[in-house]
């Protein structure tokens, strides 16, 4: 069957019997040849991401867009003239003008749209300041004993919940967002909306490092119920997201993301996170998962020592792969999840080695190593291993970009 259902240029049966037999076979060759040329499947950027996602053929590798924290290449893409401070001259809403770079360069799906620092959140090299992020500033929390005195055990029952959730309100501005943003796009990128689950790294800014992985330690018990609770919360906001994708056909894929890891491996030990952890994951997206919605976990760091935990989960898909780490993207390709089938991966262009120290060339070898990882496979898209800082040489983005395209295509 043809491809793209394209119609021949010369049809055979439309010869007279003036043409002898063996000369209307060698025509009928040549025209199944030239026709096999000219009927190459061309699609949108939206629906090349949902063939790739589906396993299905499409025309070349897809590409994310979306993690270039980068004002100098968004101003070039977008054509959109900025200040320094991602404040825009001509336009008022800095998503939109980053939603056109990312199109402009032939990006295909995104989930997020990172948005520049400004400049005084910046050091002179170009990298991210540290403004508290993950430092504790918050003077009730000074000890370990202090994160179970003064907030875990404040928190409601988490069958409590249930009564107090506003489903209808959380429903109408889930559906409103997804198709807000997919609007945005039209056929030219996919959006992937957000899933939830219970976030393990919001207590690294909450409460401090020391506490916070203290109190995992020392309170397993008392710390199992601050994930259950938050797992609680994941779950019906999951809830919303599985009745509004069935209901309004929205893109029956979902992100979830939850940094778990540093360059080491896990924060806490993977028993532990299996103990009073990743039960609650895994009952967070179970309403997703019985709606049919394919889940993604993204985690930044060493992620192997949990890759088992995630494929017992359920995870359809995975992104977050620093190699620099120890993290081995060809084993990851060769994953097949809970289902038996292929993962769905997302990467693997480092941010922290290729794009901020390499040349052009060593990008573009990059693209290929892992395009050609994927080669054959289906389900793969191009992207980079995290987002990407203002070291980053406009060059090399837009290396990987071109590069991307050419390379993927007919792969």
């Keep these: 069957m043809l491809v793209g259902g394209a119609t021949p240029i010369f049809n055979p049966s439309y010869t007279t019997g003036n043409i002898n037999p063996m000369m209307h076979n060698a025509i009928k060759h040549e025209m199944n ?4 040329k000219v009927s190459v499947l061309t699609l949108s950027g939206k629906e090349r991401a949902l063939r790739a996602l589906r396993f299905e053929e499409t025309d ?3 590409i994310h867009g979306g993690w270039f924290k980068h004002p100098g290449f968004l101003e070039k893409a977008s054509g959109t003239k900025m200040k320094y401070g991602f404040t825009m001259n001509a336009w008022e809403n800095p998503l939109r003008a980053i939603a056109r770079a990312y199109v402009n360069v032939g990006a295909d799906l995104t989930w997020s749209l990172v948005v520049p620092e400004r400049r005084d959140q910046l050091t002179d090299r170009g990298c991210v300041k540290i403004h508290g992020l993950n430092v504790n500033r918050d003077p009730r929390y000074n000890s370990p004993d202090d994160v179970i005195e003064k907030y875990v055990d404040s928190l409601p029952d988490p069958s409590d919940l249930r009564d107090s959730f506003n489903f209808e309100a959380e429903y109408d501005g889930f559906a ?5 943003a997919q609007g945005e796009y039209g056929d030219a990128m996919l959006w992937l909306n957000s899933g ?5 790294h919001e207590g690294l800014s909450q409460f401090g490092y020391s506490n916070y992985l203290s109190a995992i330690i020392k309170h397993r018990e008392e710390m ?4 259950e609770y938050s797992g609680e919360l994941c779950r019906l906001s999951n809830e919303v997201i599985a009745k509004a994708t069935v209901e309004g056909d929205l893109t029956p894929f979902v992100m979830v993301w939850s940094d778990a890891c540093d360059d080491h491996g896990p924060m806490v030990s993977p028993e532990i996170l299996d103990e009073i952890y990743f039960p609650h994951v895994k009952r967070s997206i179970e309403p997703l998962q019985s709606a049919g919605i394919k889940v993604f976990w993204h985690c930044d760091g060493n992620v192997m020592p949990i890759l088992g935990s995630l494929m017992d989960i359920g995870f359809d898909g995975l992104q977050g792969f620093q190699e620099e780490t120890g993290v081995n993207f060809t084993n990851i390709m060769n994953l097949r999840g809970r289902s038996g089938r292929p993962l769905i991966v997302f990467g693997s262009i480092s941010v922290t080695t ?3 120290f390499g040349t052009v060339e060593d990008v573009k070898k990059d693209v290929e190593r892992c395009i050609d990882l994927a080669e054959g496979r289906g389900g793969f898209v191009l992207c980079t291993a995290n987002v990407a800082q203002p070291d980053v040489p406009v060059e090399n983005i837009y290396a990987m970009y071109e590069h991307g395209r050419s390379y993927g295509t007919g792969k």
């Design 354 to 356: 290729t794009l901020p």
């Design 196 to 200: 939830y689950v219970p976030p393990f």
């Design 224 to 227: 199992g119920r601050y994930f």
């Design 33 to 36: 040849f030239i026709d096999c």
């Design 176 to 180: 409103y967002g997804a198709r807000t």
């Design 60 to 62: 070349r590798i897809p």
